[in-house]
């Protein structure tokens, strides 16, 4: 029985990197640090082996190792959300069940991908996956996936268990739309970091995200100043994010989390291949980026600004 309602599951939810080492094996004791990080902040959840987690280059046994790892040093802090999203249902019922049993509290998946499947495929997908966990499912709309159109969105949202969205696209009206066909209760997540304030001012329940792994303070405060009905301040505050974010962009995305968490005092290990590996070269080159922003605007309440010289 899942002890956190997916109704509840609400705010600034980091969307989990996964550490390896430098010879890609799996970094478990680093995954507690980071958890314990993490939640040492005011976040509301935490999602586990998706895109940013990696979850597509790790083997069945390495994600559910990852998950067990996490939700027992989470130890019931935050609700736990699980990515497990294969293109074999088979695959992915079975990390379902896993999830399951590991004491998460919701599931997703990006819908099938690689064939091009028929939406009955990909209702069934969903409803089988719902079934073998009894779960609640949050659908994870992604371009990386394949976006689902709108009226498939709905037709998901329809199916028992399907409780939620992660909606990550630049066409956040569909976040209004989405609440309104669906209702309040079916919950709708923001999935572009650098438009999180678009995503609550058209009614999202949550933001889920890669830059919160290291950016956490940031959108903790545009959330609340957003929902204080202080969208200037949370304006501004977006607009310091998005500098960081465009930051990390320039520099590849995932492997630059990683280094930033090193930044931080936290270990946050390698991207596996074909992601590369950041040189000393580019560590410097980032360091300065960095060091240029904190000279403008100050530390800004973050870690891993703080600790550079």
Same mark, same amino acid.
Request: glycine share 10%.
């Given at each position: 029985?899942?002890?956190?309602?997916?109704?509840?599951?609400?705010?600034?939810?980091?969307?989990?990197?996964?550490?390896?080492?430098?010879?890609?094996?799996?970094?478990?004791?680093?995954?507690?640090?980071?958890?314990?990080?993490?939640?040492?902040?005011?976040?509301?959840?935490?999602?586990?082996?998706?895109?940013?987690?990696?979850?597509?280059?790790?083997?069945?046994?390495?994600?559910?190792?990852?998950?067990?790892?996490?939700?027992?040093?989470?130890?019931?802090?935050?609700?736990? %959300?699980?990515? $497990?999203?294969? =293109?074999?249902? #088979?695959? /992915?019922? !079975?990390?379902?069940?896993?999830?399951?049993?590991?004491?998460?509290?919701? %599931?997703?998946? $990006?819908?099938? =991908?690689?064939? #091009?499947? /028929?939406? !009955?495929?990909?209702?069934?997908?969903?409803?089988?996956?719902?079934?073998?966990?009894?779960?609640?499912?949050?659908?994870?709309?992604?371009?990386?996936?394949?976006?689902?159109?709108?009226?498939?969105?709905?037709?998901?949202?329809?199916?028992?268990?399907?409780?939620?969205?992660?909606?990550?696209?630049?066409?956040?009206?569909?976040?209004?739309?989405?609440?309104?066909?669906?209702?309040?209760?079916?919950?709708?997540?923001?999935?572009?970091?650098?438009?999180?304030?678009?995503?609550?001012?058209?009614?999202?329940?949550?933001?889920?995200?890669?830059?919160?792994?290291?950016?956490?303070?940031?959108?903790?405060?545009?959330?609340?100043?957003?929902?204080?009905?202080?969208?200037?301040?949370?304006?501004?505050?977006?607009?310091?994010?998005?500098?960081?974010?465009?930051?990390?962009?320039?520099?590849?995305?995932?492997?630059?989390?990683?280094?930033?968490?090193?930044?931080?005092?936290?270990?946050?290990?390698?991207?596996?291949?074909?992601?590369?590996?950041?040189?000393?070269?580019?560590?410097?080159?980032?360091?300065?980026?960095?060091?240029?922003?904190?000279?403008?605007?100050?530390?800004?309440?973050?870690?891993?600004?703080?600790?550079?010289?």
């Amino acid at each position: 029985m899942p002890k956190f309602p997916v109704k509840n599951i609400k705010g600034v939810i980091p969307a989990m990197l996964t550490p390896f080492k430098e010879d890609e094996s799996l970094d478990l004791d680093a995954a507690r640090k980071l958890t314990r990080y993490l939640c040492d902040k005011d976040i509301g959840g935490l999602y586990l082996t998706g895109s940013t987690g990696e979850g597509f280059l790790m083997t069945g046994e390495e994600r559910k190792a990852f998950v067990e790892t996490v939700v027992d040093e989470a130890g019931g802090k935050v609700p736990i %959300i699980v990515h $497990v999203g294969a =293109i074999s249902t #088979k695959a /992915s019922e !079975d990390m379902a069940r896993h999830a399951m049993q590991a004491g998460a509290d919701a %599931i997703s998946s $990006v819908p099938p =991908i690689y064939w #091009k499947f /028929s939406d !009955d495929e990909v209702a069934k997908y969903y409803e089988d996956l719902v079934q073998a966990s009894g779960l609640p499912m949050i659908v994870y709309n992604i371009a990386l996936a394949g976006l689902v159109s709108f009226d498939m969105l709905l037709r998901l949202g329809s199916i028992q268990g399907v409780e939620g969205v992660k909606y990550t696209s630049s066409t956040l009206y569909d976040v209004l739309r989405i609440k309104e066909k669906l209702g309040d209760d079916f919950m709708v997540y923001s999935g572009s970091d650098e438009l999180a304030i678009s995503g609550i001012a058209f009614g999202a329940d949550g933001l889920i995200g890669s830059t919160y792994n290291v950016l956490a303070p940031l959108f903790i405060g545009i959330w609340n100043l957003a929902k204080n009905g202080d969208m200037e301040s949370a304006r501004k505050v977006q607009q310091t994010a998005n500098r960081f974010i465009f930051t990390m962009l320039k520099h590849n995305l995932m492997p630059t989390l990683k280094q930033t968490l090193e930044f931080a005092g936290i270990p946050g290990g390698i991207s596996r291949r074909p992601f590369g590996l950041m040189d000393e070269a580019g560590v410097a080159a980032l360091k300065a980026d960095y060091l240029k922003i904190k000279e403008e605007l100050g530390d800004c309440g973050l870690e891993f600004l703080r600790n550079l010289t």
